[in-house]
C-alpha cells in the first residue's frame, strides 16, 4: 500500500506526539506511524494487560542479561511512566547550542507539573522521607504530572493510568488528531527510503503488508531503542552507540507494619537528589509490580515468604556509562562499568541506612540486579543528529531520548517533550 504525507513521524511517545501536536496546531499536516495499538483504559493499571504492552513483557535483555523496559503502544512509554518530572539535561543541551529554558517552562505548565501533593504521600513514603532528612538526604516530594484530584493511590503507574490522573502523551496524540493530524496503528517502521542522500519515505509492515509511506519530511521518535534499529537498518552507520539506560537498582527490606503499604503509594512519591550533581545517583521510594517482583526476589527462603505488602523499597536511578550499543537486528549490549556499580552501590548503602534506622534487621534487605527503563543516546547531537536534530540525510530528523548527549540519570520526559516543543518551532520557522 501507498501512502502520502507532508510530515511523518514514527512514533507517538514523549518525542513524537509532543512534536506531531505542535505541528498540527500550527495547521502542518502531519501523519504519525505507530507500531503499537491503542490500549483500552479497561486494560490499564492491570499486572496481565500491563506487561503484556512491555517489550517483550518486559523481559526484552541485553546479551548480559540488563533488562531494559520500553513499551510498544500509542503513547509509547510515557503511558508506564510513574509521572515523574524533573529538568534534566538543560545545560548540557545548551553547551550543544539548544536552549531549553523557554520551552522547559511551557512544558510545566502543559503537563501540570508539581511536587505531589501531601495527601498522596502515604505512611511508607513519609517514613522514609522522615529517616531520609534525619540522616541529611535531603528528601522531597516528587515533582510529578500527575493530578491530585483524580489520583486515586492505586499504586500501578507502571501499569499505566486508569483514572487519567497522570498526563500521558496519547493526550498529545488526541489533541494531534483533534487539529486534522493522522495516526496509524500497528505498522512496524522497518527503514528509510533514502533517494540520492534526501529521505523520500518509510517503509513499513503490518503483518505481511507491506506500506510505503512518501513524505516531505521524516522525524524518527521510536525512542532510544528503536530510532536507532531504524536508522542503522538505512544505512546511517554511526547510529546505535552510545546507549545509555540510566541504570537502576531496588533495594528491599521487609518492614511487618500493618499500618504501612508502600505498594498500594504512587511510585517514587519523594525523592533525593542531592547526590544527582556530584556523585551521579538519586533514590526513591519504589517497588515492582507482584509479577515481576517474583522474579527478583532472592532465593532465601525467609524473603520469598513475604508478600510485596510487607517490603519497602528504594530505587538507585544513575547516570550511566554510554557504552552500549544497538544493532540493526534489535538486540542491545549493555555492561554496567565499573563506575556503574560503585554509584548503584553507594545508592543501596544508603537504602540500606534507611531500612535499619526504620528497624529491619540487615538479614532482610536485598538488593536487585540493575536494570534500565530510559534507554537514548544513540543518534546523539553531535554524533548522529546536529543541533538542528537532523542527520546526514537531507530531510530526516530524529527527536527522543536517543539524541540525548549523555545519560540524565533522571527521568527524562520533560527535556524530550521541550525538545520536541523547540524542533517544532524551528520547522515551523522553515516554512512560514
Ligand atoms: C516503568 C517506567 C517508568 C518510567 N517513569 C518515568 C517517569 O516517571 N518520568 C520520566 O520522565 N520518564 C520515565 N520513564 C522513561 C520515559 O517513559 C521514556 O524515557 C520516554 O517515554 C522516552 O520517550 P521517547 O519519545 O524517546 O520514546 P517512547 O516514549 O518509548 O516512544 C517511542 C514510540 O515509538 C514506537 N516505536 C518504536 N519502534 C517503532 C517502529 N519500528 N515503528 C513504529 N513505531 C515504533 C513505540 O511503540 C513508542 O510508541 C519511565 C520508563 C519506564 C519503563
Known amino acids: 500500500m501507498k501512502i502520502k504525507a507532508d510530515i511523518v513521524i514514527v512514533g507517538s511517545g ?14 502542518r499536516e502531519v501523519l504519525v506511524i505507530e507500531r503499537g495499538n491503542f490500549v483500552k483504559d479497561k486494560d490499564l493499571g492491570t499486572q496481565r494487560a500491563g506487561l503484556g504492552f512491555y517489550d517483550r513483557c518486559g523481559l526484552r535483555t541485553s546479551k548480559e542479561g540488563v533488562i531494559v523496559y520500553r ?12 509521572g515523574n518530572a524533573i529538568v534534566a539535561l538543560e545545560e548540557e543541551l545548551k553547551d550543544s547550542g539548544i536552549d531549553l529554558s523557554q520551552e522547559f ?12 501533593s501531601d495527601n498522596l504521600i502515604g505512611k511508607g513514603s513519609t517514613l522514609i522521607m522522615d529517616i531520609g532528612n534525619r540522616l541529611n538526604l535531603e528528601m522531597r516530594p516528587m515533582t510529578k504530572f500527575i493530578n491530585a484530584k483524580k489520583c486515586v493511590s492505586c499504586g500501578l503507574c507502571i501499569l499505566g493510568c486508569r483514572t487519567g490522573a497522570k498526563w500521558s502523551s496519547v493526550s498529545f496524540i488526541e489533541e494531534m488528531r483533534r487539529h486534522g493530524g493522522k495516526l496509524l496503528t500497528g505498522l512496524d517502521v522497518k527503514t528509510v527510503a533514502i533517494h540520492k542522500r534526501q529521505a523520500i519515505g518509510l517503509v513499513a509492515r503490518k503483518g505481511r503488508e507491506e506500506f510505503r509511506i512518501y513524505a516531505n519530511k521524516i522525524i524518527l521518535s521510536a525512542g532510544g531503542f528503536g ?17 545509555f539506560v540510566d541504570l537502576f537498582n531496588v ?10 503499604n ?3 503509594e504512587p511510585s517514587m512519591a519523594v525523592v533525593s537528589t542531592k547526590f544527582a550533581e556530584e556523585k551521579g545517583f538519586i533514590i526513591a521510594p519504589f517497588i515492582d509490580v507482584p509479577l515481576v517482583l517474583r522474579w527478583l526476589m532472592p532465593r532465601h527462603k525467609h524473603l520469598r515468604g513475604h508478600r510485596h505488602r510487607n517490603l519497602l523499597g528504594i530505587m538507585t536511578k544513575i547516570k550511566d556509562d554510554n557504552k552500549g550499543k544497538v544493532t540493526e537486528k534489535e538486540r542491545f549490549f549493555k555492561i554496567p562499568s565499573k563506575e556503574d556499580y560503585e554509584k548503584l552501590n553507594a545508592g543501596a548503602e544508603i537504602a540500606r541506612q534507611i531500612f535499619m534506622e526504620a528497624g529491619i534487621k540487615r538479614q532482610d534487605i536485598f538488593v536487585t540486579k540493575p536494570r534500565g527503563a530510559h534507554p537514548g543516546g544513540t543518534a546523539a547531537i553531535g554524533e548522529v543528529v546536529d543541533n538542528n536534530l537532523r542527520t546526514q540525510i537531507e530531510n530526516l530528523y530524529v527527536c527522543d531520548a536517543s539524541v540525548l548527549p549523555e545519560s540524565p540519570g533522571a527521568p527524562p520526559i520533560l527535556t524530550i517533550v521541550a525538545l520536541a516543543k523547540w524542533l517544532a518551532k524551528k520547522l515551523i520557522m522553515e516554512v512560514s
Open 14 to 27: 514523549a518525542g513524537g506526539a509532543a512534536l506531531a501536536k505542535e505541528l498540527t496546531k500550527s495547521g
Open 71 to 82: 513499551t510498544l503502544m500509542v503513547g509509547g512509554t510515557t503511558v508506564v511512566s510513574c
Open 105 to 116: 517552562e511551557e512544558s510545566k505548565r502543559e503537563l501540570g507539573v508539581e511536587p505531589l
Open 227 to 243: 530510532s536507532a534499529v531504524i536508522l542503522k537498518r538505512s544505512g546511517i552507520d554511526n547510529a546505535g552507540n552510545k546507549f
Open 251 to 260: 533495594t528491599y527490606g521487609v518492614l511487618k507494619n500493618k499500618d504501612i
Open 262 to 264: 508502600l505498594y498500594k
